[in-house]
């Protein structure tokens, strides 16, 4: 049975899990990854967009905004670590409300003059570029040259290659039970997997589990655990729709990159002609046939190339949205188990900034290179 006081169980394998277990390991901690097979509970993660949403956020100030930010300077450092991920750099979030030009234009003086690369277009300027933008109540938008995309699918492997060379143990186990033995974590685990062991000794634990963090919770036997420790961490499921389009009435200069157009993302892909549209918003964990639609219109006023678009493929995830407390929740139950869950729309983009804040509450200092 692996036994070490310095183990630390990084539980979960979407992109919070992912990029802690890898962060961890860069730290020099010892790390035994509980990632439940993709194919068996397939996470969150791998429906986004993968848009990060960092400096072009309405947000003036405050924890939201110093995690976007953190994260985004993050993420353009560790992606060249990681091997080949599929990314695009640099957003456009057109408006088109005539009342929301002032408000836009004095976030990019604030951004601009905290030394943050963010510019107000004009509709005249995104019109001659890119005659695709063309609506009759456009009038301008946030061009975010350091915010943009990840694919999410590369993401998650790349980082699941570059832990497994830094040492990181993965065992493809559900955790059904965890109770404290000392000072440290038993782990009860459950896998299809024989060799896999079914528990697990660590010195700290991080749950970067999503939605399954109340079910993990409710399952810590509380009679053993000191009385001022919080275990309702309630989150509520947010579905939200995506999907894969050609367009082949799409005018030939086609998008500036990512584009936010009216709150739904498009996503010009490899292939011509080709754009993800996402995500629907949807309380609950059932999809909407109505919702879909009217993302895929956006709301009625969709370009005619937009509307004469063709569906090659569709998709679907669910959200974890904290209830009651701002995402994400990053909270210390007791000592040696974290809580790193709930980042609701923003957990591609947030995932750095987690990881950092998971090291540092476990005390690891960082490396010296980044
Ligand atoms: C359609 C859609 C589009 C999105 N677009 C974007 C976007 O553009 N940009 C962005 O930043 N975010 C986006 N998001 C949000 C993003 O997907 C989430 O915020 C993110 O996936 C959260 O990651 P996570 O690792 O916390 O959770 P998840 O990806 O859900 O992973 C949770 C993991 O925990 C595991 N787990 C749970 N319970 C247990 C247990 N008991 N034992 C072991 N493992 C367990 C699960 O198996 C899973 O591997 C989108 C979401 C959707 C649905």
């Not at 990681?82 to 456009?92: A, D, F």
């Not at 999503?210 to 000191?226: F, I, M, T, V, Y």
């Not at 996503?267 to 080709?274: E, G």
Request: net charge positive; glycine share 10%; hydrophobic share 45%.
């Amino acid at each position: 049975m692996p036994v070490c006081r310095d183990v630390i169980a990084v539980v979960g394998a979407g992109s919070v899990g992912s990029v802690t277990a890898w962060w961890l390991a860069r730290c020099g901690a010892q790390v035994v990854w509980l990632a439940p097979d993709a194919s068996l509970e397939r996470p969150g993660s791998l429906a986004a967009l993968g848009v990060l949403m960092g400096h072009c956020s309405r947000r003036l100030r405050g924890r939201s905004w110093r995690l976007r930010r953190t994260s985004l300077a993050l993420w353009r450092q560790w992606l060249p670590l990681l091997g080949p991920v599929p990314q695009q750099w640099g957003l456009t979030v057109l408006c088109h409300q005539a009342d929301e030009v002032e408000r836009l234009q004095a976030l990019v003086r604030q951004r601009q003059g905290e030394g943050v690369p963010l510019a107000w277009r004009t509709r005249g300027e995104l019109l001659n570029r890119w005659p695709a933008l063309a609506s009759s109540d456009l009038q301008g938008g946030l061009w975010s040259p350091q915010d943009g995309q990840l694919d999410p699918a590369p993401l998650l492997a790349a980082l699941a290659g570059a832990a497994e060379r830094l040492g990181v143990q993965r065992r493809p186990a559900q955790v059904t039970g965890l109770q404290p033995e000392g000072k440290n974590w038993r782990l009860q685990l459950q896998a299809r997997d024989p060799d896999c062991p079914t528990t697990l000794l660590a010195s700290a634990v991080v749950l970067c589990t999503g939605l399954g963090a109340g079910r993990l919770l409710a399952a810590l036997n509380s009679s053993s655990l000191d009385s001022a420790i919080r275990l309702n961490w309630p989150m509520t499921p947010v579905l939200g729709q995506a999907a894969e389009l050609h367009c082949p009435m799409l005018p030939p200069q086609g998008l500036p990159g990512p584009v936010v157009w009216r709150g739904v993302h498009l996503i010009p892909r490899l292939q011509d002609q080709r754009l993800w549209i996402g995500a629907t918003v949807e309380p609950g964990d059932q999809s909407q046939v109505q919702c879909f639609d009217q993302m895929l219109g956006l709301d009625g006023a969709a370009p005619p190339w937009l509307r004469q678009a063709q569906v090659l493929g569709r998709w679907q995830g669910v959200r974890a949205r904290p209830a009651g407390r701002p995402a994400p929740l990053l909270a210390t139950l007791a000592p040696g188990v974290l809580l790193t869950s709930g980042h609701y729309r923003n957990g591609i983009l947030l995932a750095p900034a987690t990881a950092v804040w998971t090291g540092r509450q476990l005390g690891f200092p960082a490396p010296d290179a980044p």
